[in-house]
C-alpha cells in the first residue's frame, strides 16, 4: 500500500509542478484516485514538508512548498 501511496504522492507532486496552486477538492478530481489514497499522498507530502495547504477565498488550496 505504501508504494501506491508514494506514487499517487508523485503525481500529485508532478501536476502542481506543471500547473501551480489548485483547491485540494479540484486536485482530486485531476488525480483521479480512491479518496483514502489521495489523502494518505498528502499527508505524505505534508509530513515531508513537500507542500503547503493554504485557505484562498474560503477554499484550501495545495501548492509545493
Known sequence: MSE??????GDIWRFLDK???????RLAKE???EE???Q???G????EGKISI???NRA???SLI
Open 4 to 9: 501506491k501511496v508514494g506514487n499517487i504522492a
Open 19 to 25: 500547473n501551480g496552486p489548485i483547491s485540494v477538492s
Open 31 to 33: 488525480i483521479s484516485v
Open 36 to 38: 483514502k489514497y489521495f
Open 40 to 42: 494518505r499522498a498528502i
Open 44 to 47: 505524505w507530502l505534508a509530513q
Open 54 to 56: 493554504d485557505i484562498v
Open 60 to 62: 484550501e488550496t495545495i
